[in-house]
């Protein structure tokens, strides 16, 4: 048994009285993650624990990633949840030349406004690249998501034990754009749990797609049957840790401190999960790798717990007609094991008149794996949308690929 399972079975049997609860789950679990355990325990042989966290300090320290601010700004929900966003707003003529003739050509973008929404366990800080691509160029709004980021716990949640729901995250984006984006036209873009929102807000608001927004982003994400994902597993084993799973997750988030404590225990173990679950390439930047890890382990377990159920839920086909008449990038890395590219490729097949772009050799973080593809088809789609009159032309901007020393 290597180091890293080791901790985790030492970290679960630590848990005292609900350890008989969860036992068959945690075996479970424990098959899913074997593959990167095992690459965790080749690593052990050759690197410290020493050596591990002066390396991840010092990607800590040398990652710009996320780094990213914008004029802050306030909204509550309408069950009083605290949702935290920022504007980047335009620059003053010339101050963001280059990068606006870069994307756009050499005419200035109608004044649009681009509003992100991240996925599951990540931040609006995960749009770094397409953040620094577009900033200054074009105003754009980034929110976290409740319970995520600089967001506050979802109200409904803690005090009442409501679970969370696709449609309430829709409700929540609607109450962001409200404030931040009072009037105006609107291009929105959703990855993975982003663009189930997206899909919410248009079941719930369909007069506003139709009245305001100009174009639609979809990215690593489903309109539906993500009960169905295998995540790249024998079906066997999917199945079984798909029924306990749910009630795992409660019984941890009821025991949040411990199982925190066990997190961070098994650092390295649920790195290599991060990564196989995140990425695809083997030549990415190692600094990005561990942003993203820095997010997904930023997420308390009982927040991680509450918003599972919802996604098995999740059925938003129907919403997706709303779109039918605007222009639409569908975009997803081809070797996504968290959000399949046939999700992708089924949303698109219901809007014929949308983009598909599958990208090769990219998994669920797409828009940190291989941002210039990101940048280059959003610059598209705003021209597409007619908030721009030139093609656009990224030139390489914010590659993410690991530079030779």
């Avoid at 995960?126 to 980021?149: C, M, N, Y």
């Avoid at 190692?286 to 919802?310: H, K, L, N, Q, S």
Wanted: charged share 20%.
């Amino acid at each position: 048994m290597s180091e890293s399972s080791a901790e985790a079975v030492a970290a679960v049997a630590s848990a005292g009285n609900w350890r008989r609860a969860t036992g068959f789950a945690g075996a479970a679990i424990g098959v899913v993650a074997a593959g990167a355990a095992a690459g965790v325990a080749i690593e052990r042989l050759t690197v410290g624990r020493g050596m591990r966290q002066k390396a991840r300090l010092a990607l800590d320290s040398a990652g710009p990633y996320g780094s990213l601010r914008g004029m802050p700004g306030k909204v509550c929900s309408d069950d009083g949840t605290e949702l935290y966003y920022e504007v980047d707003d335009v620059e003053p003529e010339g101050g963001s030349a280059p990068r606006r003739r870069r994307l756009f050509g050499r005419k200035a973008p109608a004044p649009v406004t681009v509003v992100f929404s991240h996925g599951y366990c990540l931040s609006q800080d995960s749009w770094h690249f397409q953040r620094a691509a577009l900033r200054g160029v074009v105003r754009t709004v980034h929110w976290d998501q409740r319970s995520h980021g600089r967001s506050a716990r979802g109200v409904a949640q803690v005090q009442e034990g409501v679970p969370v729901d696709i449609e309430q995250l829709g409700r929540d984006l609607k109450a962001v754009i409200d404030a931040a984006v009072p009037e105006g036209p609107i291009v929105l873009v959703g990855h993975s749990m982003g663009g189930m929102t997206v899909m919410a807000l248009a079941d719930q608001f369909p007069e506003l797609i139709r009245d305001r927004v100009v174009a639609v982003a979809l990215v690593g994400t489903s309109s539906g049957k993500l009960g169905e994902v295998n995540f790249g597993l024998p079906v066997a084993g999917v199945n079984a840790v798909r029924r306990v799973l749910p009630g795992v997750l409660k019984a941890l988030g009821q025991q949040a401190a411990l199982v925190e404590k066990g997190r961070r225990a098994t650092a390295d173990l649920f790195a290599g999960i991060i990564k196989r679950y995140s990425f695809a390439s083997r030549d990415v930047d190692p600094a990005v790798v561990r942003f993203a890890e820095r997010m997904i382990e930023g997420t308390p377990i009982d927040v991680v717990a509450e918003y599972y159920p919802a996604f098995a839920d999740h059925d938003k086909t129907e919403a997706l007609a709303h779109f039918a008449d605007l222009p639409v990038l569908v975009l997803a890395g081809v070797k996504d094991l968290v959000t399949p590219s046939e999700h992708s490729e089924a949303i698109a097949d219901l809007l014929p008149d949308a983009e598909l772009v599958l990208v090769p050799d990219a998994g669920h973080l797409v828009m940190l794996e291989h941002p210039e593809v990101v940048t280059d088809r959003l610059a598209d789609l705003l021209t597409r949308a007619g908030a721009v009159p030139a093609g656009a032309t990224v030139g390489g901007y914010g590659s993410s690929t690991a530079q030779p020393g």
